[in-house]
DNA sequence: AGACCTATCT
DNA sequence: AAGATAGGTC
């Protein structure tokens, strides 16, 4: 038998071709075998799509910016046809854009490039939208029946056998997806920057011994190089005067 | 190989 | 604009 994700029925739309073959990628690839995954590249035709094929899917994924019809407008209609988790995917994760996906009603907000861990764990969404509406197996809905029966039986395994697994109950704490974080190169770092510059000197200054003398803790020289590249930039435009 | 630099990408 | 990445040179 299938573990449980598999059968998870995706809808992705978005208008860059690239996205939807890496979502189809990444739907095989974490055990969603035999998954269906419908994409389109246009929010319209993927609506249009849903209303004929109401229940025909667990989850949708949606990028916010679209060209004719955009996320929001999107889910504003696919709402009132299907009741499922969605997804919604932008490259900006500004808090106004993620609040107002949250708002329209989207269950979390997957912020690009796209990750792994953020497939591996989208099946939970599913879940826990299902038993947060009590919803039971209908022996009669035959378009849900896959995926519900998989739950069901996925339940009945983990209760046998009591070893621990992902899904435990209600738990809302998402495996981080692990995304190297960028350097943000706050006043204060900057100052240990200027001031390692200083005392090295400008001319000999290089990238592994401004790390050296800089001595931050997960700082690599890759991150000093680039910034040091920025530095010179700047030091040459304001040829000399403002260098503090 | 490792460090540096420049150009290019996001 | 700020930082990351790529590619070339020594």
Not at 50 to 59: A, H, T, W
Not at 76 to 97: D, F, Y
Not at 121 to 141: A, F, G, Q
Not at 186 to 205: C, D, M, S, Y
Request: glycine share 4%; with cysteine.
């Amino acid at each position: 038998m299938a573990k449980f994700p598999a059968g998870l029925r995706v809808l992705a739309v978005d208008n860059d071709p690239t996205i939807l073959t890496i979502i189809k990628e990444m739907c095989l690839q974490f055990h969603y075998h035999g998954a269906i995954v419908v994409t389109f590249y246009d929010a319209s035709l993927a609506l249009n799509h849903v209303s004929e094929n109401k229940d025909c899917f667990d989850v949708i994924l949606i990028e916010v910016h679209m060209p004719n019809m955009d996320g929001y407008e999107f889910i504003q209609h696919v709402r009132k046809e299907i009741n499922v988790p969605i997804i919604m995917m932008s490259l900006n994760g500004a808090t106004g854009v993620v609040m107002k996906a949250i708002e329209h009603g989207a269950c979390d907000f997957w912020i690009k490039p796209l990750h792994k861990n953020q497939f591996k764990i989208m099946w939970k969404h599913v879940v826990r939208k299902l038993w947060s509406e009590n919803k039971l197996p209908k022996k009669d809905d035959s378009k849900f029946t896959y995926s519900i029966n998989a739950i069901v039986r996925y339940q009945g395994k983990s209760n046998s056998n009591s070893k621990e697994t992902n899904v435990n109950e209600s738990n809302d704490c998402y495996e981080p997806p692990t995304k190297k974080p960028r350097v943000v190169w706050t006043p204060a770092l900057h100052n240990q920057f200027i001031n390692a510059v200083k005392q090295i000197g400008l001319e000999k200054a290089q990238p592994k011994r401004i790390l050296e003398v800089m001595k931050t803790p997960d700082l690599t020289r890759e991150h000093v190089a680039s910034h040091l590249q920025k530095y010179r930039f700047y030091l040459k435009g304001s040829n000399g005067v403002t260098l503090q």
